[in-house]
């Protein structure tokens, strides 16, 4: 009982290096998001994709692209790693049925730029 | 800009209390309102979701609405130390988006 897989769990960058974060969900989910958690910010939605072939921008997609690779996976790209990158992301994923359905949460990566 | 505000606390009760964590939403065409769970170091747990006014009760927790103030809360009756936990709001905009609050940290003390 997977649910929401994210990795790596932890990673330690350069500044300039770029970074593929991957998530996979097997709950036959349609829509899927990448968020970071800052101290004090709480959580801010990065991208998301509501079905699979589309993808949009969140409250905070500078310096971020995404890839909805198929209805499980959907990726996080760093092309150039900056300080202010460092936090903790999470991917999460919802069914299809309107605002009443949870996200549901993977166990996050914890990413430092140094 | 629509806002979900939380008081970030610490909310720090005693074992067995009640303890009542409170949320102010801005959009007043959200319909949907969930409470999360965020133990330290771990990823937000769905534990509670509720979509019409008044109180919905799961065991130890009650979530309560008021649409007509933007006011959604979360009690926590018999308070047990492993409640000890982040506690996040969030609040659906439009069909597929949620903004979360910047949560409450519940401290429950024996």
């Known amino acids: 009982n997977a649910g929401v897989t994210q990795t790596p769990k932890f990673q330690v960058l350069k500044t300039g290096q770029s970074m593929t974060l991957q998530c996979a969900q097997d709950m036959n989910h349609n829509s899927m998001y990448w968020y970071r958690q800052d101290p004090g910010m709480g959580l801010r939605l990065i991208y998301y994709s509501a079905s699979e072939g589309t993808t949009d921008k969140g409250e905070v997609p500078n310096g971020y692209n995404v890839s909805r690779l198929n209805k499980r996976e959907f990726s996080l790209r760093l092309e150039s790693a900056a300080p202010s990158q460092t936090s903790v992301y999470f991917c999460?994923?919802?069914?299809?049925?309107?605002?009443?359905?949870?996200?549901?949460f993977g166990d996050g990566t914890r990413l430092s730029i140094l | 800009q629509k806002e979900v505000e939380q008081n970030s606390g610490p909310l720090s009760v005693p074992e067995g209390a009640i303890a009542s964590l409170n949320c102010t939403y801005s959009?007043?065409?959200?319909?949907?309102f969930f409470w999360y769970r965020q133990y330290s170091g771990k990823s937000p747990e769905l534990i509670m979701f509720i979509y019409s006014n008044g109180d919905k009760e799961d065991g130890r927790f009650t979530a309560q609405l008021n649409k007509a103030s933007q006011y959604v809360s979360l009690l926590i009756r018999d308070s047990q130390p492993s409640d000890s936990a982040t506690y996040l709001c969030a609040v659906n905009i439009g069909t597929d988006k949620l903004i979360f609050g910047t949560g409450t940290r519940l401290q429950v003390f024996p």
């Open positions: 999460a994923s919802k069914r299809t049925g309107g605002s009443n359905q949870p996200q549901h």
């Open positions: 959009d007043r065409g959200s319909q949907s």
